[in-house]
């Protein structure tokens, strides 16, 4: 029996999952292992790790305690997974915070030579929800690779706030449609290359989760998304194959794929169907 065991967790499907130790990373990654799955849980919290950890198959799961703005620190986390699975599936990049500045609140710190200029805006909340899912993106394709399958998929979270201007957090919001445009380019690139990756992302409304709790003080609850309609959207995504490209607008117990914009006429049309593309290349320009 010990052996069949071993050979069960040999040659399950891998997550790696950021953020996973709390909120709607800890109710995907409480799904996966569900149904069997082996996880990597990155997380920076160690409280959150702490209170978790006994929930898991400690031989089906490891915790790692890191902070995903540190590209090195991913990349050893992706390293650890792929040393003692030597397979990764799924890459859900889902670690956030919120705004850490109020943006438009006249400025009370200044660069200390040049009186009366501000001092540069706190942008963690870019690196957070921006900067770091690229780089779990980066380490995603290299790993992804390396799968006898070549294949693999990549889940983002970005938010309500990429498909709506949350006006009240514009840098979140700047990240967010950020990670709606890496979501649809990436997953876009990979379709023309022919690789079997796919990407998407999710875009949730209102969560109870860590960041959440004032609004949650507030919020009508008819208006609140719970964790249940995350994980379905997160699983729709893993057991279908042929979705990519796509935006999952979450909204309490509903779920919205979000096409891209129309285009504006035939010169944006154009340019972003890659016939500019094309046509530099056959002038040997690229």
């Avoid at 699975?85 to 670690?95: C, E, K, P, Q, S």
């Avoid at 989760?209 to 699983?235: D, H, N, Q, W, Y």
Wanted: proline residues 6%.
């Amino acid at each position: 029996m010990a052996a069949n065991g071993d050979a069960a967790r040999a040659s399950a499907p891998v997550a790696y999952i950021t953020g996973g130790a709390s909120g709607m990373g800890l109710a995907v990654a409480q799904e996966l292992a569900a149904k069997g799955w082996n996880l990597t849980i990155v997380d920076l919290s160690e409280k959150s790790i702490s209170s978790v950890e006994a929930d898991f198959d400690r031989s089906r799961t490891t915790f790692v305690k890191a902070d995903v703005t540190d590209y090195n620190a991913q990349a050893k986390a992706f390293a650890q997974t792929w040393d003692k699975w030597h397979r990764l599936d799924l890459v859900f990049a889902n670690a956030g915070i919120g705004d850490r500045m109020n943006f438009f609140a006249p400025a009370t710190e200044f660069l200390p030579d040049l009186p009366g200029v501000p001092a540069k805006p706190n942008e963690l909340v870019i690196d957070v929800c921006l900067n770091a899912m690229v780089y779990s993106a980066y380490l995603a394709l290299h790993f992804f690779r390396q799968n006898p399958s070549k294949a693999g998929k990549i889940v983002f979270t970005s938010s309500m706030c990429g498909l709506y201007p949350g006006d009240s957090i514009p840098l979140y919001t700047a990240a967010k449609h950020g990670i709606v445009g890496l979501t649809r380019a990436l997953a876009k690139r990979l379709k023309i290359l022919g690789e079997p990756i796919t990407v998407n992302c999710i875009c949730p409304g209102l969560v109870d989760t860590g960041l959440t709790p004032v609004l949650m003080s507030v919020a009508p609850p008819e208006f609140v998304t719970p964790k249940s309609t995350i994980v379905r959207a997160v699983m729709g995504f893993v057991e279908d194959d042929s979705l990519t490209g796509q935006a999952a607008e979450c909204s309490v117990d509903k779920i919205h794929y979000r096409k891209q914009p129309e285009w504006g006429d035939e010169g944006s049309e154009y340019i972003m169907t890659n016939k500019l593309e094309a046509a530099l290349k056959e002038r040997g320009i690229r």
